[in-house]
């Protein structure tokens, strides 16, 4: 895909968020990787609804503003998860209300944030970190998520909001959307002693559909065990 279609598709996707209330003013940023290792990224201080394709940031391998307007200063959240995710090709960032009232509650663990509520929460999201609070644009979260090591598609920055890598941008951008649905669910069901996916139906998943997911921790439990990444489901 050239990249003038690349400017529009990100333009395209960024309003279906914004006009469905997934990251509103102008909050949340999304990028895309380009052949010669540079970025196409969405400008500072713009709403992901009012996107115009000719100002999107263009940035060089260095992370240096080649053309259009100034970009978002989550360029070190950016930078670090295309470091780390090796076949990422794009990231969404976003400042979905569910998902960032789930980095809130004091049971979240930081290695699995959800538990296995639903097939499609594995197939897209695979399974979720989450960080400490970092001030937006802090450089310091890029040493957070370099510390992850590659191994998580999906991000939580407590207090902020998902951050979620993908082969494409419409992987990415359905892997936000299944997060987001998935702590909806969890915030709706908590306190009521769910019923959640068992072992051997996420087993079955991971054989079915090639995901990557690390082996259980012995000091988990398994609600909380199956972190790690996985590869977008397809229906």
Same mark, same amino acid.
């Given at each position: 895909?050239?990249?003038?279609?690349?400017?529009?598709?990100?333009?395209?996707?960024?309003?279906?968020?914004?006009?469905?209330?997934?990251?509103?003013?102008?909050?949340?940023?999304?990028?895309?990787?380009?052949?010669?290792?540079?970025?196409?990224?969405?400008?500072?201080?713009?709403?992901?609804?009012?996107?115009?394709?000719?100002?999107?940031?263009?940035?060089?391998?260095?992370?240096?503003?080649?053309?259009?307007?100034?970009?978002?200063?989550?360029?070190?959240?950016?930078?670090?998860?295309?470091?780390?995710?090796?076949?990422?090709?794009?990231?969404?960032?976003?400042?979905?209300?569910?998902?960032?009232?789930?980095?809130?509650?004091?049971?979240?663990?930081?290695?699995?944030?959800?538990?296995?509520?639903?097939?499609?929460?594995?197939?897209?999201?695979?399974?979720?970190?989450?960080?400490?609070?970092?001030?937006?644009?802090?450089?310091?979260?890029?040493?957070?998520? &370099? @510390? =992850?090591?590659? !191994? *998580?598609? $999906?991000?939580?920055?407590?207090?902020?909001?998902?951050?979620?890598? +993908?082969? %494409? #941008?419409?992987?990415?951008?359905?892997?936000?959307?299944?997060?987001?649905?998935?702590?909806?669910?969890?915030?709706?069901? &908590? @306190? =009521?002693?769910? !019923? *959640?996916? $068992?072992?051997?139906?996420?087993?079955?998943?991971?054989?079915?559909? +090639?995901? %990557? #997911?690390?082996?259980?921790?012995?000091?988990?439990?398994?609600?909380?065990?199956?972190?790690?990444?996985?590869?977008?489901?397809?229906?």
């Amino acid at each position: 895909m050239d990249e003038t279609r690349l400017r529009e598709e990100i333009c395209r996707f960024g309003r279906s968020l914004f006009e469905r209330g997934l990251t509103p003013g102008s909050s949340g940023n999304i990028s895309l990787r380009l052949d010669d290792g540079g970025w196409l990224v969405t400008p500072t201080n713009a709403s992901l609804g009012f996107l115009d394709p000719a100002r999107i940031s263009r940035l060089d391998a260095a992370g240096r503003l080649l053309s259009g307007d100034p970009p978002t200063k989550e360029i070190p959240l950016h930078s670090a998860l295309y470091e780390t995710r090796g076949t990422a090709r794009a990231i969404v960032h976003l400042h979905s209300t569910h998902s960032v009232a789930l980095t809130m509650l004091p049971e979240i663990d930081p290695r699995a944030a959800l538990p296995p509520m639903t097939p499609y929460y594995l197939m897209r999201a695979g399974q979720t970190a989450l960080l400490p609070y970092y001030r937006p644009g802090d450089p310091a979260v890029a040493d957070a998520i &370099r @510390g =992850l090591a590659g !191994r *998580y598609t $999906s991000v939580l920055l407590a207090n902020h909001g998902p951050v979620v890598a +993908g082969d %494409t #941008l419409e992987a990415a951008v359905f892997a936000t959307e299944e997060l987001e649905e998935t702590a909806k669910l969890y915030l709706l069901l &908590r @306190g =009521l002693n769910p !019923r *959640y996916l $068992s072992p051997a139906q996420v087993d079955d998943l991971v054989k079915t559909f +090639g995901l %990557t #997911l690390p082996a259980p921790d012995a000091h988990h439990d398994h609600d909380h065990a199956h972190g790690g990444h996985a590869h977008p489901g397809e229906d």
